[in-house]
T-cell receptor, first 114, second 111 residues
Framework: DARVTQTPRDKVTEMGQEVTMRCQPI?????VFWYRQTMMQGLELLAY????????DSGMPKDRFSAEMPDATLATLKIQPSEPRDSAVYFC????????????FGPGTRLLVL | DQQVKQNSPSLSVQEGRISILNCDYT??????FLWYKKYPAEGPTFLIS?????DKNEDGRFTVFLNKSAKHLSLHIVPSQPGDSAVYFC??????????FGKGTRLSVIA
């Protein structure tokens, strides 16, 4: 049963600390997305990759967020330094070829920055 | 500027009745529309989609209707079941641009 995995599932940290979230996309999927879910904004696209190359990261605060794909089986989202307003659920999703096609979501990382 | 709007944050329906969830969009370039369902502490899961060349797509108890002239789509669930209680997200895309999601509607099906 192929699925997207994310670690950690929950993270509590203090303001100013670095946070790293990891995602393993479904094997064979070549498009990977990072989303943030908040009550106010719903699901916001932060960044996405195709064949490990970043295509769009305009949704991310550039000064503190960074997203990478070190290899085809791992995507990372880092926040440094973290701030209380970063508290949200972060989802990774993967899909085939088209950015517009069906995406398969991981269970999310719930981040709380104190 | 929200391109995909779900104006009802929540909806309650009796078990066995029809649930109708609505979604409006503003971008006339959108040509592919999807609905996702999300349970607490889980990621959204794909439910049903429709291309702009169609006005209806049905999958079991779920039917999506698309009205392009009104830039409106709706998801019908018949009959509604308690297990359908979840948050439903509408999403849209055009060309090869990423999906744009609405803020979601929380459906409660009451037994």
């Amino acid at each position: 049963d192929a699925r997207v995995t994310q670690t950690p599932r929950d993270k509590v940290t203090e303001m100013g600390q670095e946070v790293t979230m990891r995602c393993q996309p479904i094997l064979g999927h070549n498009t990977v997305f990072w989303y943030r879910q908040t009550m106010m904004q719903g699901l916001e696209l932060l960044a996405y990759f195709r064949n490990r190359a970043p295509l769009d990261d305009s949704g991310m605060p550039k000064d503190r967020f960074s997203a990478e794909m070190p290899d085809a089986t791992l995507a990372t989202l880092k926040i440094q330094p973290s701030e209380p307003r970063d508290s949200a659920v972060y989802f990774c999703a993967s899909g085939l070829s088209s950015a517009a096609g069906t995406q398969y979501f991981g269970p999310g990382t719930r981040l709380l920055v104190l | 500027d929200q391109q995909v709007k779900q104006n009802s944050p929540s909806l309650s329906v009796q078990e066995g009745r029809i649930s109708i969830l609505n979604c409006d969009y503003t971008n006339s370039m959108f040509d592919y529309f999807l609905w996702y369902k999300k349970y607490p502490a889980e990621g959204p899961t794909f439910l049903i989609s429709i291309s702009s060349i169609k006005d209806k797509n049905e999958d079991g108890r779920f039917t999506v209707f698309l009205n392009k002239s009104a830039k409106h789509l709706s998801l019908h669930i018949v009959p509604s079941q308690p297990g359908d209680s979840a948050v439903y997200f509408c999403a849209a895309s055009g060309g090869n641009t990423p999906l744009v999601f609405g803020k979601g509607t929380r459906l409660s099906v009451i037994a």
